[in-house]
């Protein structure tokens, strides 16, 4: 098979593809040097979309409406934008073998690729049911939430299935925007997870209460403190029927898990160092290997703002990661440096007509305020996290662009507060006026 040789090769072809290819362009990277290396048949494209917009039963969201850089008021990379630039964009290609001493990588179909410097940009894949040898689970119309392709089928099933009946297994991320998105296309929604409320990992009890009241309030059933322990199908091996361990049975004609995810980094095993699940990198992307970064989910980097390593799966941290990696990549050329990589975590999402933002760390004591009553018709709350003193973690549902940043300010500012009871009466006005 033939060889193909490049200064520079992204693996992986999702948000942080599209970001690190506009970055390499305003760095004036020369036609020829740079290619995108990607199993999708697409170019890189904004992800959280496909859990939103993409699904919706009026003016969805479509291709090429949101290829990278879209998600944050960027300029939209088609396919001839990459062509312009001289960058080869490689689709529908699955790297098999990395040696990434030999700066080699091999496709399922035995091309090969050599690369002088390689950015791994491989993501997250979804866990599965069947990694748990859950029974049945290999059903027709049990679906999961990556790619494209999962979304078409998954839109296919929805448009085959009107009005029937939708379970969602897992309480988190993708659980709460797929279970609004098959409510608004009028399917029965049931929602089961078996922890004690939704998005454990970031909600408090009390945060949590207002979504699932809300959920609640729109037709959506929730089934807490149990998982899914099998299914069963029908004639056409379509599933018709979830068992769940605590013995009820609910009817069922589109299933979507949604179990969390994990990064793709199996093709790096023994060649690089990890940590904390993903490939370690320093405070500029670079690994342990010379000449090979990671960027956005299967990167466990330096986060100065906590003074410890960490990983961080969101569309945020995979934009400015990639970005920050190019620019440490060029400047090394030029014998330059950058600044060091300070990232605030941040995580948002939008369902139904809610969209809530965080900013911080969820750690610490915890202060609610505003209105969290559900039935509201402008309900309109958040909470502080508060650790030694300091505000370290800020959320807030239905914020305005301004209130937004001024949350986002607190939780990089890390102001003392002099008392719980004095921020919660203050509540949002203590961020407005930092």
């Known amino acids: 098979m033939a060889e193909k040789t490049f200064k520079y090769v992204i693996l992986g072809g999702g948000v942080s593809a599209g970001y690190a290819a506009r970055e390499f362009s305003k760095q004036g990277v020369k036609p020829g040097e740079l290619a995108v290396i990607s199993k999708e048949a697409v170019a890189p494209y904004e992800r959280p979309a496909l859990s939103k917009a993409y699904l919706f039963p009026e003016s969805p969201a479509r291709l090429p409406g949101f290829h990278t850089c879209v998600g944050s008021g960027g300029e939209r990379l088609l396919p001839d934008w990459y062509k312009e630039k001289g960058i080869e964009l490689i689709l529908s290609t699955e790297i098999v073998k990395v040696d990434l ?30 990694d748990f040898g ?44 797929l279970g609004a998105a098959l409510r608004i296309n009028n399917l029965d929604v049931t929602m089961v997870y078996p922890e004690p409320w939704c998005m454990p990992r970031l909600f408090t009890s009390g945060i949590a209460a207002f979504y699932e009241g809300y959920y609640a309030n729109k037709g959506v059933k929730i089934i807490k403190g149990t998982v899914a322990s099998g299914f069963t199908s029908d004639s056409n091996g379509e599933v018709k029927e979830v068992h769940l361990k605590d013995g009820r049975v609910l009817e069922a004609d589109i299933v979507v898990v ?21 490939i370690k990198t320093d405070t500029f992307f670079k690994t342990s290997v010379p000449d090979v970064y990671a960027v956005g989910d299967v990167a466990t980097f330096p986060l ?27 400047a090394s050329e030029e014998g330059k440096t950058v600044e060091v990589y ?24 915890t202060v609610l305020f505003g209105d969290n009553n559900p039935t509201s018709p402008k309900p309109k709350f958040g909470t502080y996290w508060i650790k030694d003193g300091k505000v370290i973690g800020a959320f807030l549902e239905a914020g305005t662009p301004e209130e937004n ?30």
Request: zero cysteines; a positive charge.
């Open 258 to 278: 949604g179990v969390g995810g994990r990064p793709l980094t199996s093709l790096f095993k023994g060649q690089v160092e990890e940590e904390k699940g993903g």
């Open 304 to 330: 100065k703002l906590y003074n410890e390593l960490r990983r961080v799966e969101h569309v945020d941290h995979a934009r400015k990661s990639a970005e920050q990696a190019v620019k440490a990549i060029k």
């Open 342 to 365: 300070d990232y605030l975590p941040y995580f948002y999402s939008r369902s139904f007509d809610l969209s809530w933002q965080f900013y911080g760390d969820n750690v610490g004591e």
């Open 134 to 177: 859950v029974k049945g689970a290999d059903a027709k119309n049990i679906f999961y939430l990556r790619e494209i392709d999962d979304a078409d089928k998954l839109n296919d099933a929805i448009k085959a299935k009107k009005n029937g009946k939708a379970v969602i297994v897992g309480g988190g991320y993708i659980g709460l925007e």
């Open 101 to 130: 001493a030999g700066k080699t990588l091999v496709s399922g179909t035995g091309e090969t690729f050599k690369f002088q410097i390689l950015i791994i940009a491989t993501g997250s894949t979804v866990v599965r049911l069947s």
């Open 405 to 434: 940043q001024a949350i986002a300010k607190v939780a990089k500012l890390q102001p003392p507060v002099e008392g719980l009871d004095q921020l919660a009466k203050e509540g949002l006005s203590f961020a407005s006026k930092i």
